[in-house]
């Protein structure tokens, strides 16, 4: 059963969220979790509270529904698999493998800017009314926020060329032919890891944004990028590869250079078909395409080149069967994939944590779509991290991909030290 309410208000989804965190920590309540941008046919989906719990792996989803999206989402699983959960290098990490927690209650705005109360149980009228006042009335007095990140620490430029340069190895031996080879920016954090989140997506607007959080710390994902939408059997992955710098948005000097450029179509094809061979090992035979190819796509500080590919599930194939053939994602791994997990672990000085994992949501109703975590920033305890990086063919010039890693960093340095 789902039950749906329309409710009265136009609050940005960001103040809405700042709204249900204040009230979590007044009330001694688990903190909300968010999915702004385009999530489910709408711009947001929020569970007011909820307790995110570590996981040692890949967890039961939900029974894969048979809607096509776009409409009430109700509620779910919702959380985050971290890249570690594939890593063949064993490391201590900061962060669990994986966390996550269900939500039987949910607001949701949909394309139209509406707010809708939606519950997989018998509403609480009580609820329902308190949650309609909180989206009818944004803050007249909200408090300022803040925070403050200090002694950051950025990458060594010399050792990740040396990186790129050892990856280009490996492809000229023939062990690989593309590999995503990344690094860290870390530092000290104080402040509200929702505030900061909240401030992000209402300056970049990113389209895949995700907070999770629980007394192990915080995810603050503002990726761009699709990992997997399932609705029925139908399930598409929306890979970026290719990037150049967006100097304003009129630019349109970069994003036709980007277009024309022979490395980062190449790079762009070959996750393509890496990603055609995941879902070919779920999907049914001769049902994966590939319906948009190398399209030139703006985001925060940035113009990627972004593909789909597109397949039909076979009945009864579940959502654990899916992400086992798809974990973790092609753009952030490389080709063959189960080798350049190898490589990665080999090259990178730092083992990933929730970065290049997947952030989302899976319910019963509306079906299971999960970011890429890039551009995700990671906390624990006074911590905050962000990992950056690129995808290594044998035309990579060490110096033009550490250029890259300053492109995609710059958004979030920014955040951070606003």
Known sequence: MTTVRALDGDTQAWDVLRRLARRSRRRGLPLPAALIGDWFGGSAVIAPS???????????????????GGGPVGGGWIGYLGYGLTDPRPAARRLPLAAGGWADHVLRRDAAARW??????????????????????PDANRPDQWWRCSELTTPDPEEYRKAVRLAKEEIAAGEIYQVNVCTRVEGRFAGDPVEIFAAGVARQRPRRAALVSGAWGAVASLSPELFLARHGRDVRTAPIKGTLPRRGPWDEGNAAA????????????????????????????????????????????????VSTVAGQL???????????????????????????LEVIAALERVPRE??????????????????????????????????????????????????ECHTKAAPLLALLHS
């Open 50 to 68: 909820v307790r995110i719990l570590p996981l040692p792996a890949v967890p039961a989803f939900p029974r894969a529904c048979t809607g096509q």
């Open 116 to 137: 809708w109360f939606e519950t997989l149980n018998e509403p609480d009228p009580a609820l329902v009314a308190e949650l309609s006042q909180l989206v009818a009335h």
């Open 258 to 305: 980007l277009r024309a450029s022979s490395k980062d179509v190449a790079e762009n094809v070959m996750i393509v078909d890496m990603a055609r061979n995941d879902l070919s090992r779920v999907c049914t035979a001769g049902s994966v395409t590939v319906p948009q190819l190398l399209e030139v796509q703006p985001h925060p500080g940035v113009w990627h080149l």
């Open 314 to 340: 076979p009945p009864g194939t579940d959502d654990t069967a899916l992400l086992t053939a798809t974990f973790p994602p092609a753009s952030v791994t490389g080709a063959p994939k189960h080798r350049a």
């Open 354 to 403: 929730v970065y290049c994992g997947a952030v989302g949501m899976a319910s019963p109703v509306a079906g299971t779509e999960f970011n890429v975590a890039i551009r995700t920033l990671e906390f624990h305890r006074d911590q905050v991290w962000f990992g950056v990086g690129g995808g290594i063919t044998a035309d990579s010039d060490a110096d033009a991909e550490w250029a």
